[in-house]
């Protein structure tokens, strides 16, 4: 049943401890709670935004940018039925293997668990996203390259809207859904082991209301995840899950810039879009993170001068680059853009500022920072391509001029795509409590009852678009989740 809090009656949470408390209707938190239902458990979903989107339920997600230029924290974040669903572009694609392995130099790196522990849960995944068939893969090194991997993509067309795909459902359900109920605190039992109720408040009906669950699952997105736990310290005071310190740090996304341009001979024969990928042995031998090259469709132009003047980060010869402007012919340029796997950078994360919102609540403060190894992500990337190029004798590249500087300084949102939308790693997976904030099976580290479902508790954060790999860990939690009910 779909239920408005501002019409809450005294009762209605007065005789009903739910067998889970699902908080956070996105695609983490929708495909959770009906797993839940269907498996016959009381679970109560609780939205903080309505329907639609509203000015006083989405300002609670203002916040300011303290670092890198990235977009403002309400545009990246829908409160409402189907949460940051929304945004999604429909495009998504699985974790690699080799995403879960620990790379040596990457510190921190590696997974729990194994992308094996999620596979079975990706037929499902694949339904619930309405995903097609996978698109041809293209290549225009026809199989030449052993470091670049083309790959290819499944999209959701139309793009399900998790709001929209579940409304109808949701409103026949026992899942009790609550629209405009916020979150705003937790009750620990004495011994701080557990959670023993939640605390929300509304916006018109300003008082605060309890509710009482067995099992409590946060899935607010990985800003809000961390900025709720850092919030929640009435009774610890450095935040419920934060006794290392690492609630919202290792903020990630994917990073998207353009790195460089390309000149080639011909139209390469190939669709819309390339996608290249490196292989395992790439990252291991460049010491370099995964990524995903993206050259979009060739447009047609001239460019003897470009060629004479070219930066050859492609280890390109003067001679070789004289011998082909000696030669007159058409050609065809376009830009290269690279999508990667952020490092893990303590210092990139979210904070609490000393502004709050309407609900008492510290505003979330991001400050999102890259490192080198970032930085040669990209350059690894782009002149590996440019290597390819030159090796087939297909074309040549040239790399944007603020990359091939000493320190790197990134351009902003006014200048490029800079970031995904994709926020990862703020409560991040691991084995060892002071490495991470949730276990392999999403619980907080020291807390016997509170877990974490969405794209906070990714260890690393591939190339890879989230969404897939958010809906098989959702997923697999319900499954845990079942299990510890049944036990």
């Given amino acids: 049943m779909l239920l408005d809090a501002e019409q809450r009656q005294d009762d209605w949470f007065r005789d009903i401890v739910f067998d889970v408390c699902v908080c956070g209707s996105g695609p983490a938190g929708i495909t959770l709670a009906r797993k839940l239902a269907a498996k016959g458990w009381t679970v109560g979903l609780f939205e903080s935004g309505d329907l639609e989107l509203k000015i006083d339920s989405q300002e609670l997600s203002e916040g300011p940018n303290v670092g890198l230029d990235y977009f403002t924290l309400d545009s990246v974040r829908l409160r409402k039925l189907g949460g940051t669903s929304g945004h999604w572009t429909g495009v998504t694609h699985p974790f690699e293997t080799y995403d879960f392995d620990t790379l040596p130099h990457h510190p921190l790196s590696g997974w729990p668990i194994a992308r094996t522990d999620i596979d079975p849960f990706a037929d499902e995944a694949a339904r619930i996203l309405d995903l097609g068939a996978w698109e041809p893969v293209a290549d225009m090194f026809e199989g030449a390259s052993g470091r670049l991997k083309p790959i290819s993509f499944r999209s959701s067309t139309p793009i399900t809207r998790f709001g929209e795909k579940y409304h109808e459902e949701l409103k026949s359900s026992k899942i009790r859904t609550y629209l405009n109920a916020t979150l705003v605190d937790l009750e620990l039992d004495p011994s701080l082991g557990s959670v023993s109720s939640l605390i929300f408040r509304s916006y018109e009906s300003d008082k605060p209301f309890t509710v009482r669950a067995k099992h409590v699952a946060l899935c607010l997105g990985a800003v809000e995840n961390a900025r709720f ?259």
């Fill in 229 to 487: 736990l850092l919030n929640a310290n009435r009774q610890i005071s450095a935040g419920i899950g934060n006794q290392h310190d690492l609630v919202g740090r290792y903020f990630s996304e994917h990073p998207v810039f353009q790195v460089g341009s390309i000149v080639l001979r011909s139209v390469p024969r190939h669709g819309p879009v390339l996608h290249y990928i490196p292989s395992r042995d790439m990252m291991l031998k460049e010491q370099c993170l995964n990524f995903v090259l993206s050259i979009p469709s060739t447009v047609e132009a001239t460019h003897k001068r470009w060629i004479r003047e070219a930066v050859c980060t492609a280890g390109v010869t003067q001679r070789l680059v004289q011998s082909i402007i000696g030669r007159p012919f058409q050609c065809y340029d376009q830009n290269v853009w690279v999508g990667f796997e952020q490092s893990l950078n303590r210092d990139s994360r979210v904070m609490l500022s000393n502004k709050a919102d309407r609900f008492g609540q510290r505003r979330a403060v991001l400050d999102w920072r890259f490192n080198e190894l970032d930085f040669h992500t990209m350059r690894t990337s782009f002149i590996e391509f440019g290597r390819q190029l030159a090796a087939s004798d297909l074309g040549r590249a040239r790399m944007v001029d603020w990359l091939q500087a000493e320190k790197p300084q990134p351009p902003g949102i006014d200048k490029d795509v800079v970031g995904s939308f994709h926020n990862m790693c703020t409560t991040r997976m691991s084995e060892n409590p002071r490495e991470g904030v949730v276990d392999r099976d999403c619980r907080v580290h020291g807390l016997q009852n509170l877990y974490i479902g969405g794209s906070s508790v990714f260890a690393t954060g591939s190339y890879a678009h989230p969404t897939f790999t958010i809906v098989q860990l959702a997923l697999r939690l319900a499954e845990h989740l079942d299990g510890k009910l049944r036990s």
